[in-house]
């Protein structure tokens, strides 16, 4: 085919584009499905890749990792060397280990419901976005959703999703903090129902591991 026979089709073709327009989806589409996939979807694994971008720098902290979900309260989150933690919820208890440390903190959620609520958003967002979500447009296969993040995550300026259309789960989110801080959590190689088990949530610490229990929040007047 001649270099004008091509043009002609690409013509053609974005000419179908601008009379048959891609499916643009409403929010409710986006609930419906989102909702749909969650029902079936008991556990999650994936690769993760943090940048963290510090108002008034250039330099972005970045982290990688992976992360474990599983169906109704356990999680773990590793991030690599230099400064590698591990992350282990499971039920009310939270526990952060820092290894090069040798130190490790214990936060208890039945105490903390600020810190619960944020911990379940991130494992099914879909009742915080029928509550306070706003679809922003679609991009490269994937829904943008904002949230308003007042109330009990009002330390946050913009909390945004990226969900994938292709699974209908979010592959990424943007958090900007009210001091301009930016850090945006990226998820790839993600695999769903794979079965995994309980024992993959509990972490045995070594002997010499210090550990100490998070101090519980202030009451809102004191914040």
Known sequence: MGSRGTKGVVVFVALLLVVFPAHAFTLQEVLKEMKRVQEVTFDMSAQLAQEKILKGSVNPIIMK???KLKKPDKLYMETLPPNRTITVLNGTELLVY???EKVAQKFDLSK???LAKWLRFLQDPVSEIERAGVLEGEKEGKVILRLDPSGEFDFFKTIRLWVDIRVWLP???ELVEKNGDLTITTYTDLVTNTGIGDEEFEIK??????VTEAPPPPAPAER
């Not at 610490?205 to 210090?210: A, F, R, S």
């Open 65 to 67: 990792g992976k992360i």
């Open 98 to 100: 820092f290894p090069s």
């Open 112 to 114: 903390d419901p600020t």
């Open 171 to 173: 592959v990424q989110i």
């Open 205 to 210: 610490l070594p002997p010499d591991v210090e």
